[in-house]
T-cell receptor
Framework: AQTVTQSQPEMSVQEAETVTLSCTYD???????LFWYKQPPSRQMILVIR??????QNATENRFSVNFQKAAKSFSLKISDSQLGDTAMYFC????????????FGAGTILRVKS | NAGVTQTPKFQVLKTGQSMTLQCAQD?????MYWYRQDPGMGLRLIYY???????DKGEVPNGYNVSRLNKREFSLRLESAAPSQTSVYFC??????????????FGDGTRLSIL
């Protein structure tokens, strides 16, 4: 069974600075997808970024980028130029499309951006 | 707006009462999912339906039943609610494809409290 571990329950960062959230996972599969979801206080689940395991290039979406290390089974999220609106819970998630496209989530990291 | 609609948004039950959470999607997605979110544990899969007419257990199915009424609707039933089922419940859906890289689309969640 796949597992996802987020070792940082809480993080804080000053506005305009950079922060990195950690995620490791365990799987015996070779083809899979990884995601970072943002959950603000409104409780919505918002997709931040996705990474296909077969791609070596790290995904980037504006201020958000990942460091995907397949051999190490590591998938960290870097947020540059942090904004107050980035304050939220962040979940790392794993999906293998060969098993019903089910998502396996980490426990989450609460990120607080301070002014 | 297209998306996943959950009803109700909030509910308080007494121990032993029954309740059905409703979920509908209008994106013509094949697969639908029910997750529960508890503090410190991320989202965990309760049940899913890979296609109309099929349902399968997820990680935490005990105490729940589901019905895939048609392609649009996937309901979650608590037959005899217990305080341990106090949680936030999310419904999600995803499009077709043997190996889909589409992220799951989430509803806004139902906060359920059982006294």
């Amino acid at each position: 069974a796949q597992t996802v571990t987020q070792s940082q329950p809480e993080m804080s960062v000053q506005e305009a600075e950079t922060v990195t959230l950690s995620c490791t996972y365990d799987t015996s599969e070779n083809n899979y997808y990884l995601f970072w979801y943002k959950q603000p206080p409104s409780r919505q689940m918002i997709l931040v970024i996705r990474q296909e395991a077969y791609k070596q290039q790290n995904a980037t979406e504006n201020r958000f980028s990942v460091n995907f290390q397949k051999a190490a089974k590591s998938f960290s999220l870097k947020i540059s130029d942090s904004q107050l609106g980035d304050t939220a819970m962040y979940f790392c998630a794993f999906m293998n499309g060969l098993h019903g496209n089910k998502l396996v989530f980490g426990a989450g990291t609460i990120l607080r951006v301070k002014s | 707006n297209a998306g996943v609609t959950q009803t109700p948004k909030f509910q308080v039950l007494k121990t032993g009462q029954s309740m059905t959470l409703q979920c509908a999607q209008d994106m013509n997605h094949n697969s639908m999912y029910w997750y529960r979110q508890d503090p410190g544990m991320g989202l965990r899969l309760i049940y899913y339906s890979a296609s109309e007419g099929t349902t399968d257990k997820g990680e935490v199915p005990n105490g729940y039943n589901v019905s895939r009424l048609n392609k649009r609707e996937f309901s979650l039933r608590l037959e005899s609610a217990a305080p341990s089922q106090t949680s936030v419940y999310f419904c999600a859906s995803i499009g077709s494809g043997v190996f889909s890289n589409q992220p799951q689309h989430f509803g806004d969640g139902t906060r359920l409290s059982i006294l």
